[in-house]
């Protein structure tokens, strides 16, 4: 019994670590990310096209391998336009990069498990009760605060972390209609080889020419963060139950809020703090419902 027990509690450390870990990386992306876009003035498509890119080029061992199991489906329609909610979910999120300080863009993103809560019942029939709406509505003024469109500093970039929140959400509830039929290597396959072409299509405007040699080395480092952040995350899920990685997944916050005001010199104003208690709480309080059945 002790055995069991410190092995449970060793497996739980260790996916919290992989959580993390994987909230650091994205942090550090998503800084390098706001380099290219608001300080070297590159096109957010061009980016966007590039970070997948690369990312693919350092899945394509996994890709590989799975290709044969995962590729074949007959559902390719529905895998088509989950990736394309996906792709421009990213598309929006890197543009948002480019004009919205790092932590009011993270603490906005958050806001996704609210989309999914109001898709599930509208485009899934399931049924969401008095206290999980009331999470929403909570979680929703949370972001309103953040936002604040009433206050003479609102800028309209502001949306495009939140729509790009929604536009992963919806990607989200597709994801579960597939997972009826579909298998986890099926899924990821599909992402993995899709985003690209889509997100190439995306940038044809813009092209995809990086002006400067900083930059080139830059997209590099994103793609191969992309790469292993999203490594990290799977490994985290792999060895601990998403309910009990949630609340280390908010960690990327601060990571995101520090690396903002090392590099760029954002200082979050305290209304951001208030918003995002609201938006964490109630997220949290959704995910209780969730594992609670």
Same mark, same amino acid.
């Given at each position: 019994? $002790?055995? %069991?027990? $410190?092995?449970?509690?060793?497996?739980?450390?260790? +996916?919290?670590?992989?959580?993390?870990?994987?909230?650091?990386?994205?942090?550090?992306?998503?800084?390098?990310?706001?380099?290219?876009?608001?300080?070297?003035?590159?096109? *957010?498509? %061009?980016?966007?096209?590039?970070?997948?890119?690369?990312?693919?080029?350092?899945?394509?061992?996994?890709?590989?391998?799975?290709?044969?199991?995962? /590729?074949?489906?007959?559902?390719?329609?529905?895998? !088509?336009?989950?990736?394309?909610?996906? &792709?421009?979910?990213?598309?929006?999120? @890197?543009?948002?990069?480019?004009?919205?300080?790092?932590?009011?863009?993270?603490?906005?993103?958050?806001?996704?498990?609210?989309?999914?809560? !109001?898709?599930?019942?509208?485009?899934?029939?399931?049924? /969401? +009760?008095?206290?999980?709406?009331?999470?929403?509505? /909570?979680?929703?003024?949370?972001?309103? =605060? =953040?936002?604040?469109?009433?206050?003479?500093?609102?800028?309209?970039?502001?949306?495009?972390?939140? +729509?790009?929140?929604?536009?992963? #959400?919806?990607?989200?509830?597709?994801?579960?209609?597939?997972?009826?039929?579909?298998?986890?290597?099926?899924?990821?396959?599909?992402?993995?080889?899709?985003?690209?072409?889509?997100?190439?299509?995306? &940038?044809?405007?813009?092209?995809?020419?990086?002006?400067?040699?900083?930059?080139?080395?830059?997209?590099? #480092?994103?793609? /191969?963060?992309?790469?292993?952040?999203?490594?990290?995350?799977?490994? &985290?899920?792999?060895?601990?139950?998403?309910?009990?990685?949630?609340?280390?997944?908010? @960690?990327?916050? *601060?990571?995101? @809020?520090?690396?903002?005001?090392?590099?760029? +010199?954002?200082?979050?104003?305290?209304?951001?703090? !208030?918003?995002?208690?609201? =938006?964490?709480?109630?997220?949290?309080?959704?995910?209780?419902?969730?594992?609670?059945?």
């Amino acid at each position: 019994m $002790t055995h %069991t027990l $410190t092995t449970g509690r060793s497996t739980a450390i260790t +996916g919290a670590v992989w959580m993390m870990a994987a909230g650091l990386l994205f942090a550090i992306d998503n800084t390098l990310v706001q380099m290219l876009t608001m300080q070297q003035g590159q096109a *957010p498509t %061009t980016v966007a096209f590039w970070q997948y890119a690369i990312a693919l080029m350092f899945s394509l061992p996994w890709v590989v391998m799975r290709l044969r199991s995962g /590729v074949f489906s007959k559902r390719w329609p529905m895998h !088509i336009f989950r990736v394309a909610l996906a &792709a421009a979910g990213v598309q929006m999120w @890197v543009s948002g990069l480019a004009y919205v300080p790092i932590w009011q863009a993270i603490a906005l993103i958050m806001t996704s498990p609210f989309f999914v809560t !109001i898709g599930a019942r509208l485009m899934l029939g399931e049924n /969401v +009760g008095p206290e999980r709406w009331a999470a929403v509505f /909570v979680g929703f003024v949370g972001g309103m =605060i =953040i936002l604040s469109p009433w206050s003479d500093a609102f800028s309209w970039a502001a949306m495009l972390p939140v +729509g790009a929140s929604f536009l992963w #959400a919806m990607s989200s509830l597709v994801t579960k209609v597939l997972t009826r039929t579909e298998t986890p290597d099926s899924l990821t396959l599909y992402l993995l080889l899709l985003l690209t072409p889509i997100n190439a299509v995306l &940038a044809v405007k813009s092209g995809f020419v990086l002006t400067t040699t900083d930059s080139m080395w830059l997209i590099v #480092a994103t793609g /191969v963060l992309t790469a292993a952040a999203n490594y990290t995350l799977v490994k &985290a899920y792999s060895v601990a139950d998403a309910a009990y990685l949630q609340p280390f997944d908010h @960690v990327k916050l *601060p990571f995101n @809020v520090l690396l903002g005001w090392a590099v760029f +010199g954002f200082l979050p104003a305290g209304a951001m703090w !208030i918003g995002t208690f609201l =938006i964490v709480g109630a997220s949290l309080y959704l995910l209780g419902r969730e594992a609670r059945g």
